[in-house]
Each structure stands twice: as C-alpha cells, then as structure tokens.
C-alpha cells in the first residue's frame, strides 16, 4: 500500500519548535519532490515548503522563511519539516505529500497525501 504518513505535531507555546517527520511506505521518496502544505480552520490549504529529490534545492513560502526548514533521508525514505520561532497563525493540520517534476505548490500534480498532523500554537 503506498502511503505517506506525517508525526510530530502537537501543542506548543508561541515561540516554541516542533519537527514534523513524513515516512513513506510503499515507494521510494528518492524520485520525488516533497512538499509541506497546511490548512487552517476555514481556510483553503497552503502550501509551506518543498524540497527537491535530493534535497539540494528547496522554497519556502513567505510566512515562514527563515523560520521553517525543509530537510529529507533517502536512506530512512523520510522527510523532515523543522519550525522554529512558531507562532499562533501557524497553527493548522499539516501534511506531507509527493510529485515528480520541479518544485511547486500545485495541489492538483502532487500525488500522494498523508493524512495530516495537527498542529496548535496557543499561549
């Protein structure tokens, strides 16, 4: 069964870190891009950041560069979001998902999805 499946979300003061992991059973994440998307209550899902297949290249979107990192192993077929200096407007459920082709936020050409993790930055 080919799936995604994200961890690592949770409650956390503003200010604080969380590191989201995404692990794929059922391929090889080697031959794709990786993306990191999130959706708030109420709002549409976003796109956060992506990471090329190997890992050389990656976007982030403007509400959380130099804030959030993008990372990925090959080996252990898993990808990494690291969120730093979080605050509450990042709060939403987040989700790991994969494509082929160049970096992008085009829901529609990424083919697979996790189920998300949440994610609540509250005070």
């Known amino acids: 069964q080919l799936q995604l499946v994200e961890s690592g979300g949770g409650l956390v003061q503003p200010g604080g870190s969380l590191r989201l992991s995404c692990a794929a059973s059922?391929?090889?994440?080697?031959?794709?891009?990786i993306g990191w998307f999130r959706q708030a209550p109420g709002k549409e899902r976003e796109g956060v950041s992506c990471?090329?297949?190997?890992?050389?290249?990656?976007n982030y979107a403007d509400s959380v560069k130099g804030r959030f990192t993008s990372s990925r192993d090959n080996d252990k077929n898993m990808a990494f979001l690291q969120m730093n200096s979080l605050k509450p407007e990042d709060t939403g459920v987040y989700y790991c998902?994969?494509?082929?082709?160049?970096?992008?936020?085009?829901?529609?050409?990424?083919?697979?999805w996790g189920r998300g993790t949440q994610v609540t930055v509250s005070s």
């Open positions: 990471i090329t297949n190997s890992g050389s290249s990656t």
């Open positions: 059922g391929f090889t994440l080697d031959s794709y891009v």
């Open positions: 998902a994969s494509r082929g082709g160049p970096l992008g936020y085009s829901r529609t050409e990424y083919n697979y």
